[in-house]
Structures are given as C-alpha cells and as structure tokens.
Nanobody, 126 residues
Framework: QVQLVQSGGGSVQAGGSMRLSCEAS????????MGWFRQAIGKEREGVAV???????TYTESVKGRFTISKDNRKKILYLQLNSLKPEDSAMYYC????????????????????RGQGTLVNVSS
C-alpha cells in the first residue's frame, strides 16, 4: 500500500474551520477515487467524502454543507476543507485512494485501498 503524506489538523473550537491536505506524489497515475475517512475513539471508521477522477464529489450526510473535498491534479494534492466544525467531528482523519471506482464515501471503508495517509488528528472543543 502506497503511503500518502498528510498535513493540517489540530485543535479548534466548535464553529471553527481547518483544512487538511494529502500529498499523493508517490501514487502512480491518477486513481479513480480519492477521499477521506475518519475514526473517532471507540467508534468505527466512517467514510467522510470522496472525489472521482472526473471531479464528482459525494459526502456522508453528517458533513454535507460543512466539508468540501477538492484536489489539485497538477500538484497531486487532495484537500478537505472543514467548516462549522462540531465536537462530534473530532477524530483521526485519513486520506485514501483507490484505483477502482468509489460509489460513496463508504467505499473507502468497504473496499480495499491502494494508498492511505498516516492520519491526522482533528480535535473540536465545545
């Protein structure tokens, strides 16, 4: 599995914003799907957002309207903009890539990954 390099994250108060980045230069070619999933302490992994090679995006319901996934194809960097953060958004966030299609953010949990980031902690205080 190829290692992606993440940056960003940290601590913020509820209502705040932050941006996560994921550098995918080590990944050969253009994956069909890239995205983010998260895992909070004591909870199962949850797919957050995915973006296809064509730029189509889908989000899990709890982050719709607050999070935005995007990518810079030239620089091979994936982003996740997190706005209006809530304490329940606190988790370790991971970027991921699949050469096969993603049908939803849950695809990052259900199917195998070709690449994954090291994880970055997002802590939202109330």
């Amino acid at each position: 599995q190829v290692q992606l390099v993440q940056s960003g994250g940290g601590s913020v108060q509820a209502g705040g914003s932050m941006r996560l980045s994921c550098e995918a230069s080590a990944l050969r070619g253009d994956p069909e799907c890239m995205g983010w999933f998260r895992q909070a302490i004591g909870k199962e992994r949850e797919g957050v957002a995915v973006i296809t090679n064509q730029g189509l995006t889908t989000y899990t319901e709890s982050v719709k309207g607050r999070f935005t996934i995007s990518k810079d194809n030239r620089k091979k960097i994936l982003y996740l903009q997190l706005n209006s953060l809530k304490p329940e958004d606190s988790a370790m966030y991971y970027c991921a890539a699949r050469r096969a299609l993603c049908f939803s953010p849950r695809s990052l949990i259900t199917y195998s990954l070709d690449a994954r980031g090291q994880g970055t902690l997002v802590n939202v205080s109330s």
